[in-house]
């Protein structure tokens, strides 16, 4: 597929990539449970929502457009008729006059849907919304689930006139963007990332996933220095022409990374150490003075007890 030549810089926010996957997973899980009610499959492990033909939802995507840069900030759902290929038009319009009243700056920038590639039938949707905008997005979502997959499976599409075969036409091109992200965004996926696992995990299942990512993280960075090492090292060596330009960027680089060599690093490293060994003491402490002190109301109950029960066997000889 081509790419797009309008030079429109997009920029989308999280908070419609979840939208559009909860609209999708809903309305798979509804399909799944309806099929169950009817009786059609019984529930065995072969029939599970990931074994049914994976269904399209449609929406409309809503955002703000300044000179060339398109920043899509939400979405909404949309019904969608099969049989004459459209969207509610009405509810679409509904909608829209909703929205116009919470963010007055919001406007329809185009639609979305789900699916592994661009339909045919998508480019009849997307003409019926060119009176609402002259030049609609196409956000489209790949629900399928690719692991060694490490872009996001999402594509922004514009549509432009081409000539095929002497007929002008109007087709989908592929247009690159980026995520843009607010505070209260940033603190909600971050949210979300912290949640209990459904599965009942404890918290030291937390824990260790929590620590794997962390030592994700630092390989990758490790990995990466030394990369730049070794290139600093052949620069060095004349085994490759020098670069001002990049030797600059590697510069400003390492210095935004710590220098755990300094003294002053040594001593609030081992403040922290002691801090949280401290910490950790106390905590155990405490733990073990409550356990004590339950043995302790137990053992007074139980002699409590015994004693009522030797003075009245005492008393009834």
Same mark, same amino acid.
């Given at each position: !597929?081509?790419? $797009?030549? +309008?030079? &429109?810089?997009?920029?989308?926010?999280?908070?419609?990539?979840?939208?559009?996957?909860?609209?999708?997973?809903?309305?798979?899980?509804?399909?799944?449970?309806?099929? &169950? +009610?009817?009786?059609?499959?019984?529930?065995?492990? *072969?029939?599970?929502?990931?074994?049914?033909?994976?269904?399209?939802?449609?929406?409309?995507?809503?955002?703000?457009?300044?000179?060339?840069?398109?920043?899509?900030?939400?979405?909404?759902?949309?019904?969608?008729?099969?049989?004459?290929? +459209? /969207?509610?038009?009405?509810? %679409?319009?509904?909608?829209? @006059?909703?929205?116009?009243?919470?963010?007055?700056?919001?406007?329809?920038?185009?639609?979305?849907?789900?699916? +592994?590639?661009?339909?045919?039938?998508?480019?009849?949707?997307?003409?019926?919304?060119?009176?609402?905008?002259?030049?609609?997005?196409?956000? %489209? %979502? =790949?629900?399928? #689930?690719?692991?060694?997959?490490?872009?996001?499976?999402?594509?922004?599409?514009?549509?432009?006139?081409?000539?095929?075969?002497?007929?002008?036409?109007? #087709?989908?091109?592929?247009?690159?963007?980026?995520?843009?992200?607010?505070?209260?965004?940033?603190?909600?996926?971050?949210?979300?990332?912290? /949640?209990?696992?459904?599965?009942?995990?404890?918290?030291?299942?937390?824990?260790?996933?929590?620590?794997?990512?962390?030592?994700?993280?630092?390989?990758?960075?490790?990995?990466?220095?030394?990369?730049?090492?070794?290139?600093?090292?052949?620069?060095?060596?004349?085994?490759?022409?020098?670069?001002?330009?990049? /030797?600059?960027?590697?510069?400003? %680089?390492?210095?935004? &990374?710590?220098? #755990?060599?300094?003294?002053?690093?040594?001593?609030?490293?081992?403040?922290?150490?002691?801090?949280?060994?401290? #910490?950790?003491? &106390?905590? !155990?402490?405490? =733990?073990?003075?409550?356990?004590? =002190? @339950?043995?302790?109301?137990?053992?007074?109950?139980?002699?409590?007890?015994? *004693?009522?029960?030797?003075?009245?066997? $005492?008393?009834?000889?």
């Amino acid at each position: !597929m081509a790419s $797009s030549s +309008s030079g &429109l810089t997009f920029k989308l926010h999280p908070l419609v990539i979840v939208n559009v996957s909860d609209h999708y997973t809903r309305v798979k899980s509804q399909a799944y449970h309806s099929q &169950l +009610s009817a009786g059609a499959n019984a529930p065995t492990s *072969s029939s599970s929502p990931s074994s049914l033909e994976s269904p399209r939802v449609f929406g409309c995507v809503i955002g703000t457009q300044t000179g060339r840069t398109v920043e899509i900030f939400n979405s909404f759902e949309l019904l969608y008729d099969p049989q004459t290929d +459209s /969207l509610d038009r009405a509810f %679409l319009l509904k909608k829209e @006059e909703l929205y116009k009243k919470v963010f007055p700056n919001f406007y329809i920038l185009g639609w979305y849907s789900t699916g +592994s590639d661009a339909h045919e039938t998508d480019m009849q949707i997307h003409k019926a919304l060119m009176d609402i905008n002259e030049s609609p997005v196409y956000v %489209l %979502l =790949n629900p399928t #689930i690719h692991h060694a997959q490490k872009d996001l499976p999402v594509s922004i599409y514009e549509s432009e006139l081409h000539v095929i075969d002497g007929i002008p036409q109007l #087709i989908f091109v592929r247009a690159t963007y980026t995520i843009e992200t607010v505070e209260a965004e940033r603190i909600s996926v971050d949210h979300v990332a912290h /949640l209990k696992p459904s599965d009942g995990g404890s918290a030291a299942t937390q824990l260790a996933a929590h620590l794997s990512g962390i030592h994700s993280a630092i390989k990758m960075l490790n990995s990466r220095i030394r990369v730049l090492n070794q290139y600093l090292v052949a620069m060095q060596k004349g085994d490759i022409p020098f670069d001002n330009s990049l /030797l600059r960027q590697v510069s400003s %680089l390492l210095r935004r &990374l710590p220098a #755990i060599e300094s003294g002053k690093f040594q001593d609030d490293f081992l403040m922290e150490y002691n801090n949280t060994l401290l #910490i950790t003491y &106390l905590a !155990m402490i405490t =733990n073990c003075s409550s356990t004590v =002190n @339950e043995v302790v109301d137990k053992l007074n109950v139980a002699y409590d007890r015994h *004693s009522r029960r030797g003075g009245a066997r $005492s008393a009834f000889i």
